[in-house]
């Protein structure tokens, strides 16, 4: 066996090692995400006291920041974290439902990730399931980022109205717009496109060696 032989085995254990090591991550992540969601879900639908992070305020000035230093201009707060009792059905199907869509951004990513590297792992990218899993996922990350920022905001709203925050200065609706599952989708789309493309080339070159 020569040294050739040796080496070209040797970078294509390397790659599955690499490979495998990908997949793994992303599968971990994606069940970590999973059962957090899970958790959270339970503490929002079971929990007496529910706990809602990231609501965006408007106009909170840190004044404590800013006399600080004589460096610091000015300073405020762009969120707030709050814990509540007693929120109605309405606001906590809300909650769990942004809470589902926002992980299904996560999960999207990372599923289809795991799923690449298999299909590479095992030799076989370019097949039929992998570009319609990414595309799918492609929709799920723009919905699921998209819709979880729709109804957060939603969700707020009923809370600033249910508990009277509104004269605190909390805004009654208010939302902080983020594209960023936006783009992820897109590129995914690319990239499901990209595996259709390959998958023909595919066919044609399997065709070919067929009739050769």
């Not at 999973?34 to 639908?45: D, E, K």
């Not at 942004?98 to 599923?111: D, H, K």
């Not at 599952?181 to 990239?191: D, F, I, K, S």
Request: glycine share 12%; proline share 2%.
């Amino acid at each position: 066996m020569t040294e050739h032989t040796h080496t070209k085995r040797g970078v294509k254990l390397a790659e599955k090692a690499i490979l495998g090591f990908i997949a793994g991550a992303a599968a971990a992540i994606a069940i970590v995400d999973l059962v957090a969601l899970v958790v959270r879900v339970s503490t929002i639908a079971t929990s007496e006291e529910v706990t809602v992070y990231g609501i965006p305020l408007m106009d909170f000035s840190a004044d404590r920041v800013a006399a600080a230093s004589p460096q610091v201009s000015s300073a405020y707060f762009e969120s707030l974290t709050l814990t509540a009792s007693g929120l109605g059905g309405s606001v906590r199907g809300l909650l769990i439902t942004a809470a589902i869509l926002s992980a299904l951004v996560a999960i999207g990513v990372c599923a289809v990730v795991a799923w690449l590297c298999l299909r590479v792992f095992i030799g076989r990218p370019f097949v039929r399931s992998a570009t319609w899993g990414i595309g799918i996922a492609s929709i799920l990350v723009v919905a699921g980022g998209l819709g979880g920022l729709l109804f957060n905001t939603i969700a707020n709203a009923e809370i600033a109205e249910t508990l009277g925050l509104s004269d605190a200065g909390l805004p009654v609706f208010l939302a902080v717009l983020d594209f960023t599952p936006l783009g992820w989708g897109l590129a995914l789309a690319v990239v499901a496109g990209a595996f259709e493309i390959g998958q023909r080339m595919q066919r044609d070159t399997e065709g070919w060696c067929d009739h050769g």
